[in-house]
């Protein structure tokens, strides 16, 4: 409910949840978006004047934007026929006059919201932890979540780099029993290896020149909380044998320190690595592999739930707009349709910065394609490049598969057929690269010719 009056606030919220409503209130606007974007409401109470010199009949479209399956229903002590019609113009569902008896509007609340079903995945959202989506593969981490929670076995989540890692650990934390005790997350490859080590384990006074006093390590400070390690392929083979010692004998030793000190720390790794090949590559020890991995939960790429990405722009707009103070509507079902369609290399984090440029430049409410993939039109070096081609009535395999033909294409030629090089600049292993290559029959001996003839033609 949003109304500028503290009492009828009050009145009303004290009624509606004595007849069985939850009910959240609010004097304005700017309020009213951001529990939208939190949460899902069946419906909004809303009064018709919050301001002096305007109608809210203006916001109805507004709060649309942000949540389409909420029902909109105006309040007002002065309600006239035109007015009524033009708020159901607008979107409003209901109209309801102030000094009716209140039974009367609970009745017609009840009447409106009664076949209201909480399909929007807010609501699934808000009691998932903030991990939106309502695909098979958003179900199934779910439900991991809920059979690893209360056990305190090392996790290892795996996933390409944007698809949130780090909210899954934040919700396997959240949900377990130790959701009362700290959440430390640390990224192993943002740390310079010669610090990484007191990071993690902490040291004792005198344990090198700056070591003025003792300090934790954050294995000390997560005790008895979680303890996230991300991008633990970039550990540094010295720190993986300490790390796989303080696993197996949950112990730590601080350096420069005599003795161990106990730990209750529950442990989650996440990586975008594929760490079955760096062990086979000598970069990873297998002995930690396996004990890192005794409960595996797979993160899927957004390609792979394509049904995500509505209920992901929907989520992102409403924040958005209330953030930016915007009106920006849902994309209309074409754009939807190509948003479906982009494979999204970089993920829920690409989609959402996607949409963040949108809102900000959107015209007449709306969302553009071309401001949609602004930046990746300008980092193509050809128009016939560009992802937008890819959106079209095809299926979303067919488009996901000329988009990686393509992206093999263009990585070949930039390594002059150097499949190592391929591999260093795109981050995909080489066993990987060569089968993709395999599958998209490329030949990489043409692209080493192409790329020699263009620099012979150079030279002369």
């Known amino acids: 409910m949003v109304d500028d009056d503290p009492i009828i606030r009050e009145l009303y919220s004290t009624t509606l949840k004595s007849a069985g409503f939850f009910v959240s209130t609010t004097a304005n606007t700017a309020d009213a978006a951001k529990l939208l974007t939190e949460r899902h409401y069946d419906g909004l109470l809303l009064d018709l004047f919050l301001y002096p010199n305007r109608s809210s009949l203006e916001d109805i479209e507004f709060f649309l934007g942000i949540s389409p399956k909420t029902k909109i229903m105006i309040l007002t002590a002065n309600a006239s026929i035109p007015t009524a019609v033009e708020a159901m113009r607008r979107g409003a569902t209901g109209f309801f006059l102030k000094n009716q008896d209140l039974s009367k509007i609970i009745d017609g609340l009840q009447s409106l919201l009664i076949d209201t079903q909480p399909t929007s ?3 699934e959202s808000s009691n998932s932890y903030g ?7 958003i179900h199934s981490v779910l439900s991991a979540i809920d059979k690893f929670k209360d056990v305190d076995s090392t996790v290892l989540i795996t996933g390409e780099s944007g698809t949130g890692k780090e909210l899954v650990a934040r919700a396997l934390h959240t949900a377990s029993h130790r959701s009362k005790e700290p959440f430390f997350a640390v990224n192993c490859g943002a740390i310079p290896e010669n610090l990484l080590e007191s990071e993690l384990f902490g040291y004792r006074r005198g344990a090198f020149t700056d070591a003025k006093t003792d300090k934790k390590g954050i294995f000390e400070l997560a005790s008895s909380g979680t303890l996230l390690l991300d991008e633990i392929g970039e550990l540094p083979l010295s720190l993986q044998v300490k790390l796989l010692r303080a696993l197996q004998e949950k112990e730590v030793r601080p350096l420069g320190g005599d003795r161990a000190i106990p730990i209750d720390t529950r442990l989650i790794a996440a990586t975008n690595r594929d760490l079955i090949e760096e062990c086979e590559q000598g970069r990873f ?3 930690l592999f396996y004990r890192l991995s005794v ?5 899927p790429p957004l390609r ?3 049904d995500d990405i509505p209920v992901l722009v929907e989520h992102f707009l409403g924040r958005f707009n209330a953030k930016f103070n915007r009106q920006v509507l849902l994309p209309k079902p074409d754009v939807m349709a190509h948003l479906k369609a982009y494979p999204w290399p970089g993920n829920i984090r690409e989609l959402q910065n996607a949409l963040e440029r949108s809102v900000v430049l959107a015209q007449n ?7 949609l993939f602004e930046s990746n039109r300008e980092s193509s070096h050809h128009a016939d490049d560009n992802y937008l081609p890819l959106f079209s009535d095809t299926k979303y395999d067919k488009a996901h598969s000329s988009f990686e033909k ?3 294409v263009g990585l070949l030629k930039s390594a002059q057929g150097n499949v190592c090089q391929a591999s260093r600049v795109s981050g995909i292993h080489r066993p990987q690269l060569y089968r993709l290559i395999k599958r998209h029959s490329l030949d990489v001996e043409n692209f080493k010719y192409e790329k020699t003839e263009s620099s012979e033609l150079r030279a002369n």
């Open 121 to 123: 995945t807010k609501l």
């Open 131 to 137: 991990i939106i989506g309502c695909s098979k593969a």
């Open 285 to 287: 020890r297998e002995d």
């Open 295 to 299: 409960l595996n939960l797979r993160i």
């Open 304 to 306: 792979e739930r394509p």
């Open 365 to 371: 409410q709306e969302i553009d394609l071309d401001t």
């Open 406 to 408: 393509k992206y093999l």
